[in-house]
């Protein structure tokens, strides 16, 4: 199977057995070959949505060093492009988040993006200007 890109939501949901939407992210996960793929923003929205929960903060961040979960990398050189994707979304004020994974997306020509957020990315658009493979189906 091809490379999958991982949002925040995803991963919060996996760490978090409140989430509704955990069982249906962990299920999807199982279906994955690994490594997933990801970004530092991605994480550092992570990390801050579960501050709460220092265990699965420290879970998030052990994930990095096991294999489940590679970072992607975003050199200072590619802040142009980041932000040229958040000016071609302003209308849905799109967080860096969001922005650097459609970048890295079209960069390594990745289609498939592990995401809750349906609304953002059923409109931001890939290499070729195609649509993202969403995943999981809601």
């Known amino acids: 199977m091809r490379r999958v890109l991982v949002d ?5 949901a996996i760490l978090s057995d409140a989430d509704e939407h955990h069982e249906a992210c962990v299920e999807m996960l199982h279906s994955l070959p690994g490594p ?10 992570a990390v801050w949505l579960l501050r709460r929960f220092p265990t699965a903060v420290d879970r998030l961040l052990r994930s990095l060093h096991s294999g489940f979960l590679e970072i ?17 979304y302003a209308n849905l004020r799109p967080q860096l988040a969001d922005a650097a994974l459609v970048y890295l997306a079209i960069r390594d020509n990745i289609d498939t993006v592990f995401t809750l957020d349906r609304r953002d990315f059923s409109v ?14 809601l």
């Open 72 to 88: 992607l990398p975003l050199t200072s050189l590619e802040a142009e492009g980041i932000a040229k994707i958040i000016n071609r």
């Open 8 to 12: 925040t939501g995803p991963l919060v």
């Open 36 to 45: 997933l793929f990801s970004c530092w923003p991605v994480i550092t929205e």
């Open 124 to 137: 931001y658009r890939g290499a070729r200007n195609r649509p993202f493979k969403l995943i999981p189906e």
